[in-house]
């Protein structure tokens, strides 16, 4: 089975700070996607790469980098977080269509 | 501008009878269209994939139907049942798009009752 997992289930933290999520996938999987989910918005993609140390911006990547040093894990860095970030955050992996998702991060930013 | 829409309001069926739901987009050219599940929580998990060359695609209890001319996509669960009950998610991928990037609708949550 494929595993996408991410850092923390839930995350707290205070506006300005640097925050840093995590993805690893165990699939040997090229392309790895960062999403944000908000109600009535739903999925919104944030950067995607497909392949070690290539990123893509997505739709919303304003406020927000990557980093892909190793082809299993995918990092989102929001340099300096701001209430607004607050949100779900989802990561997913593929080799082709199918995406498989992580359980998700809910950030909380106060 | 580009748009990907589908039911916003919540969908409440009795069980056993068949769910349909919508999906609609504008200013797109798809080369393909995913029907994704999600449950309170969780991250979404893939359920089917219809080509713009297909016209309907069926796995087990579900349907889907792919209408490139009225730009829309019907998702049914036949003989629904309570633990059908979740958030469905449609999603496209344009064609050319590298990488496999997908843009989804926002989701229509279906409620199964018994």
């Given at each position: 089975?494929?595993?996408?997992?991410?850092s923390?289930?839930?995350?707290?933290?205070?506006?300005?700070?640097?925050?840093?999520?995590?993805?690893?996938?165990?699939?040997?999987?090229?392309?790895?996607?960062?999403?944000?989910?908000?109600?009535?918005?739903?999925?919104?993609?944030?950067?995607f790469s497909y392949d070690v140390?290539?990123?893509?911006?997505?739709?919303?990547?304003?406020?927000?980098?990557?980093?892909?040093e190793k082809k299993e894990r995918f990092s989102l860095i929001l340099e300096s977080a701001s209430t607004n970030q607050t949100s779900m955050y989802l990561c997913a992996s593929s080799s082709g269509t199918e995406k498989f998702f992580g359980p998700g991060t809910r950030l909380t930013v106060l | 501008s580009q748009k990907i829409e589908q039911n916003s309001e919540a969908l409440n069926i009795q069980e056993g009878k068949?769910?349909?739901?919508?999906?609609?987009?504008?200013?797109?050219?798809?080369?393909?269209?995913?029907?994704?599940?999600q449950d309170p929580g969780r991250g979404p998990v893939f359920l089917l994939l219809i080509r713009e060359n297909e016209k309907e695609k069926r796995k087990?209890?579900?349907?889907?139907?792919?209408?490139?001319?009225?730009?829309?996509?019907?998702?049914?669960i036949t003989a629904s049942q309570p633990a059908d009950s979740a958030t469905y998610l449609c999603a496209l991928s344009s064609r050319g798009n590298q990488g496999g990037k997908l843009i989804f609708g926002q989701g229509t949550e279906l409620s199964v009752k018994p």
């Amino acid at each position: 089975d494929v595993k996408v997992t991410q850092s923390s289930r839930y995350l707290v933290k205070r506006t300005g700070e640097k925050v840093f999520l995590e993805c690893v996938q165990d699939m040997d999987h090229e392309n790895m996607f960062w999403y944000r989910q908000d109600p009535g918005l739903g999925l919104r993609l944030i950067y995607f790469s497909y392949d070690v140390k290539m990123k893509e911006k997505g739709d919303i990547p304003e406020g927000y980098s990557v980093s892909r040093e190793k082809k299993e894990r995918f990092s989102l860095i929001l340099e300096s977080a701001s209430t607004n970030q607050t949100s779900m955050y989802l990561c997913a992996s593929s080799s082709g269509t199918e995406k498989f998702f992580g359980p998700g991060t809910r950030l909380t930013v106060l | 501008s580009q748009k990907i829409e589908q039911n916003s309001e919540a969908l409440n069926i009795q069980e056993g009878k068949t769910a349909t739901l919508t999906c609609n987009y504008t200013n797109y050219s798809p080369a393909y269209l995913q029907w994704y599940r999600q449950d309170p929580g969780r991250g979404p998990v893939f359920l089917l994939l219809i080509r713009e060359n297909e016209k309907e695609k069926r796995k087990e209890r579900l349907k889907v139907t792919f209408d490139t001319t009225l730009k829309q996509s019907l998702f049914h669960i036949t003989a629904s049942q309570p633990a059908d009950s979740a958030t469905y998610l449609c999603a496209l991928s344009s064609r050319g798009n590298q990488g496999g990037k997908l843009i989804f609708g926002q989701g229509t949550e279906l409620s199964v009752k018994p």
